[in-house]
RNA sequence: GCUGGGGUGGUGGAACUGGUAUACACGAGGGACUUAAAAUCCCUUGCUCGCAAGGGCUUGCGGGUUCGACUCCCGCCCCCAGCACCA
């Protein structure tokens, strides 16, 4: 009987689903262990290799845990909200609506042909009433509790999504998505008061078991800097000339307060005075005008430019005069938008100061609290993170649950009346405009206010998808009652969370952000919603990225038909370490095809116990010395033992690929001696999660086992098994290595030296009497001439 | 520029706490089987000098510490990711 992955593959998928093998109990079970990965949104493209790949490591890792005796909860979603699903729709001239049920029903079959465990009971789309039902409560809730307001201020436009976008979205002044030039607009806006929590959001990093790199990312985008904000009286402010005025500035130098020679402010500071009443000269609002407009239109430009404003401030440490300028190299919405420029200390002060020729003091530095004592400052902290933009003028998305009356103003949405439902538009199309596609639906603006019932407008703008994910986790639970306190103190925090380090300062940000919230509402217990998680690498194609203009994207499916389900994951894993990615190339998949043949060959010899074909006439060599050892048994019982060991390690730690060699090597062992049953058993075992159909069908098929070995018990090594008496003694002269020899443990340095002087390579090297010698006990002896 | 990760054979990648560099695969070459091919099995395979025995060299580059360095230290170069005038 051939190895046929096409036939056993479809039949053990069938048979998981009927079973319920990957169903826990979500009250009853007693060893709960929540294994997340992040939902896909689905694309009309379909599942694509990367998917494959990042599900397969989480997979794994997941059956694993079932198998160390863990009731594991694996499950998985649509992200299908969102300007991405929208985009797609618009392309193929498909309503999303009509568009989602066919492309979730494609990946729901791809993910199943992978043989991907997941808990099918519990699936979920974002895009679903009874999903976005809650999307929207959560809205509210944070309207109650003062985490939601509108701010009309400088936002992100992106022209090419023609809506507005989070910080987080834009990517070196791209958008994150259609990587379009952001522009700014100011607009009023819903946010989310995310920056209450900058202080716990970066002190939870040191705790939580997170990949290194994705804590550093959050903790740079939080930028927290502590510092002074220090007033410099103005002077003779034309217009203002009777009146008191300073400003002030933010700073993280106080020390250096005495070398300050001037005080720049930004644009848009300026262009404040000058509507409270600055009479500037006419160049001064040129220049205000100009920059103003310029920072409309383009990320900001790193040629400094500047004009000096007319009048002076006071250094308040040393009463010094010196000259106030307006330069767009300060940012309007850090700090206080001025700093005091301290050119000795600071590059980009020094910069500004030469090419517009104003001093450079070398006027000594004090301590900080010095500094800011000196200067009458106070000590300030100040974060880099900014407020969560979550309104989006697109159709596609849980229309914010917000009515305002022009009596009342904004009032939520009754708890009561949720969803608000989105009304299938026919055109979703975005208007380009600050107004999402539903301000022309009349019937679905136009409400009672639900405090004095008279009439009213309805929020028209939908919130960002990143809000339909930051507490998905919890929808899984069960969608009638995700805040279910039973089940949450079962299952949550999650134990496991697998995903791209795409998301650091996206998801994985607004994902706690919210947790922390439900904590101090006494929703949930635990701040911190996942225990660890890990971010996976980048599979990439020929050393580059994978994408659609490249055209090196590559379709799992093709894979599947040609080499099984089975044969793509393992290579998957096989490629490189799991957090760092691989490269994928169609060639190396052949060598786990061979792999998985070989285990599928060698099956019915164990059963029969019989040596391989031909093995009698085998030249001697490894193969031969180990056959007619005597303490054989011995030899590959320990093996097997260091084998557990490895496996067991690597997958904890995501190291697949040194795993499955470990497999290999122990399966070369395999072939050349007689296997007992029950150590092909403990490969099967170590085998299952990265195959987990040819395992099954072995185990079940062939061996005729009752229940799934994916239900079976982990194999355990035994420490003393890998006690070794000898070892081998390690030869080096001047640090070179000349030869070993196997000797007892626990030798003398002497009988050290005599084992390896009667090596022949060492007779020949060691030529007189050595200098030195190095003797490391059960490791090595080096001569040193 | 800053932060993080990385640079090892023809390729993907191994290597404990400083102690045999190149595990495991892929590819390539040779052989067996076959009418032939595919598949399979066996052997070889870091580079280099040598008929051979054997020698020399080798973990991005240059130094250093050490009996001994892919591993530690100093100075550079390159690639990937993130941040980027955050005062």
């Known amino acids: 009987m051939r190895y046929n992955p096409s036939e056993i593959e479809p039949k053990w998928q069938k048979q998981w689903l009927k079973e319920k093998v990957y169903e826990p109990d979500l009250k009853l079970?007693?060893?709960?262990?929540?294994?997340?990965?992040?939902?896909?949104?689905?694309?009309?493209?379909?599942?694509?290799?990367?998917?494959?790949?990042?599900?397969?490591?989480?997979?794994?890792?997941?059956?694993?845990?079932?198998?160390?005796?863990?009731?594991?909860?694996?499950?998985?979603?649509?992200?299908?909200?969102?300007?991405?699903?929208?985009?797609?729709?618009?392309?193929?001239?498909?309503?999303?609506?009509?568009?989602?049920?066919?492309?979730?029903?494609?990946?729901?079959?791809?993910?199943?042909?992978?043989?991907?465990?997941?808990?099918?009971?519990?699936?979920?789309?974002?895009?679903?009433?009874?999903?976005?039902?809650?999307?929207?409560?959560?809205?509210?809730?944070?309207?109650?509790?003062?985490?939601?307001?509108?701010?009309?201020?400088?936002?992100?436009?992106?022209?090419?999504?023609?809506?507005?976008?989070?910080?987080?979205?834009?990517?070196?002044?791209?958008?994150?998505?259609?990587?379009?030039?952001?522009?700014?607009?100011?607009?009023?806006?819903?946010?989310?008061?995310?920056?209450?929590?900058?202080?716990?959001?970066?002190?939870?990093?040191?705790?939580?078991?997170?990949?290194?790199?994705?804590k550093i990312a959050q903790k740079n985008w939080i930028g927290k800097s502590e510092g002074a904000s220090i007033r410099f009286s103005l002077i003779d402010v034309p217009g203002q000339e009777d009146k008191k005025h300073f400003v002030e500035v933010f700073t993280t130098r106080p020390d250096t307060i005495f070398g300050t020679t001037f005080v720049v402010v930004s644009p848009e500071l300026a262009k404040f005075w000058q509507v409270s009443g600055w009479q500037a000269p006419d160049e001064v609002r040129k220049y205000i005008k100009q920059k103003l407009e310029e920072r409309q239109n383009e990320s900001t430009e790193k040629n400094k430019s500047g004009i000096f404003s007319g009048f002076s401030a006071v250094n308040p440490a040393n009463k010094e005069k010196i000259p106030v300028w307006i330069s767009d190299y300060v940012l309007a919405g850090y700090g206080t938008g001025a700093i005091m420029a301290v050119p000795a200390h600071d590059e980009r002060d020094f910069e500004f100061a030469k090419k517009f020729k104003l001093p450079v003091s070398n006027a000594p530095l004090v301590s900080i609290d010095e500094g800011i004592k000196k200067s009458g400052g106070i000590k300030?902290?100040?974060?880099?993170?900014?407020?969560?933009?979550?309104?989006?003028?697109?159709?596609?998305?849980?229309?914010?649950?917000?009515?305002?009356?022009?009596?009342?103003?904004?009032?939520?949405?009754?708890?009561?009346?949720?969803?608000?439902?989105?009304?299938?538009?026919?055109?979703?199309?975005?208007?380009?405009?600050?107004?999402?596609?539903?301000?022309?639906?009349?019937?679905?603006?136009?409400?009672?206010?639900?405090?004095?019932?008279?009439?009213?407008?309805?929020?028209?703008?939908?919130?960002?998808?990143?809000?339909?994910?930051?507490?998905?986790?919890?929808?899984?639970?069960?969608?009638?009652?995700?805040?279910?306190?039973?089940?949450?103190?079962?299952?949550?925090?999650?134990?496991?969370?697998?995903?791209?380090?795409?998301?650091?300062?996206?998801?994985?940000?607004?994902?706690?952000?919210?947790?922390?919230?439900?904590?101090?509402?006494?929703?949930?217990?635990?701040?911190?919603?996942?225990?660890?998680?890990?971010?996976?690498?980048?599979?990439?194609?020929?050393?580059a990225k994978m994408s659609k203009s490249r055209g090196n994207v590559v379709n799992p499916d093709e894979y599947i038909r040609a080499y099984g389900a089975d044969a793509l994951r393992m290579y998957l894993l096989f490629l490189g370490p799991f957090e760092q990615g691989g490269d994928f190339s169609d060639t190396g998949i052949k060598g786990i095809t061979r792999f998985l043949e070989r285990v599928w060959k060698l099956t019915p010899r164990v059963i029969l116990r019989v040596k391989p074909e031909g093995s009698h006439d085998l030249p001697a060599g490894k193969a031969g010395i180990l056959r007619s050892a005597q303490n054989d048994r011995g030899e590959v019982e320990q093996l097997i033992h260091k084998t557990i060991k490895k496996v067991t390690n690597d997958i904890e730690n995501l190291q697949y690929n040194t795993a499955i060699s470990a497999l290999m090597i122990l399966l070369n062992k395999f072939e050349e001696e007689t296997v007992a049953k029950e150590d092909w058993e403990v490969f099967l075992k170590l085998l299952a999660p990265f195959a987990p159909h040819i395992t099954e069908e072995i185990w079940c098929g062939v061996l005729k086992n009752k229940k799934s070995i994916h239900k079976e018990k982990w194999p355990e090594f035994d420490p003393a098994m890998l006690e070794e008496d000898t070892f081998e003694l390690i030869v080096q002269i001047n640090g070179k290595f000349r030869g070993r020899v196997s000797a007892a443990k626990g030798i003398s340095e002497e009988e050290a030296k005599a084992k390896a002087a009667s090596l022949e390579s060492v007779k020949t090297h060691l030529t007189g009497k050595p200098k030195k010698v190095i003797f490391v006990p059960d490791k090595l002896i080096n001569f040193v001439l």
């Open 380 to 543: 300030k902290i100040q974060f880099r993170l900014r407020d969560w933009l979550i309104s989006r003028q697109r159709y596609w998305g849980p229309p914010i649950p917000m009515i305002f009356c022009e009596k009342c103003q904004w009032q939520p949405v009754p708890e009561k009346d949720l969803p608000v439902k989105l009304p299938y538009i026919k055109d979703f199309k975005p208007t380009g405009t600050d107004k999402s596609p539903l301000a022309t639906d009349e019937k679905f603006y136009k409400v009672r206010c639900p405090k004095c019932n008279e009439w009213a407008r309805r929020e028209t703008d939908v919130s960002d998808t990143f809000l339909d994910s930051a507490w998905y986790y919890l929808g899984y639970l069960g969608l009638s009652k995700p805040f279910d306190e039973i089940r949450i103190k079962k299952w949550l925090p999650v134990d496991m969370y697998i995903g791209g380090a795409e998301h650091a300062v996206l998801h994985l940000l607004y994902v706690r952000f919210l947790a922390m919230a439900f904590k101090d509402w006494e929703l949930v217990h635990f701040e911190e919603p996942f225990k660890k998680f890990r971010a996976h690498g980048l599979l990439i194609k020929d050393g």
């Open 29 to 214: 079970a007693k060893n709960p262990f929540y294994n997340l990965m992040m939902f896909p949104y689905p694309s009309g493209e379909g599942l694509h290799v990367g998917h494959a790949y990042t599900f397969s490591g989480a997979d794994l890792y997941g059956r694993y845990q079932r198998m160390r005796g863990c009731d594991v909860f694996q499950p998985i979603g649509y992200d299908s909200f969102g300007i991405n699903s929208e985009n797609y729709a618009l392309k193929t001239g498909t309503h999303p609506l009509d568009l989602m049920k066919k492309t979730t029903d494609r990946y729901e079959k791809q993910l199943k042909e992978l043989g991907i465990g997941y808990a099918w009971d519990e699936v979920l789309s974002t895009h679903e009433p009874d999903y976005y039902k809650w999307t929207q409560w959560i809205f509210v809730q944070m309207f109650k509790n003062g985490l939601a307001y509108r701010k009309k201020a400088s936002v992100n436009w992106c022209p090419g999504c023609k809506t507005v976008l989070a910080d987080e979205q834009v990517v070196a002044g791209t958008c994150e998505r259609c990587d379009s030039v952001v522009i700014k607009k100011e607009l009023e806006q819903w946010f989310f008061k995310i920056t209450d929590y900058a202080e716990k959001l970066l002190k939870n990093l040191d705790h939580i078991d997170w990949s290194e790199r994705i």
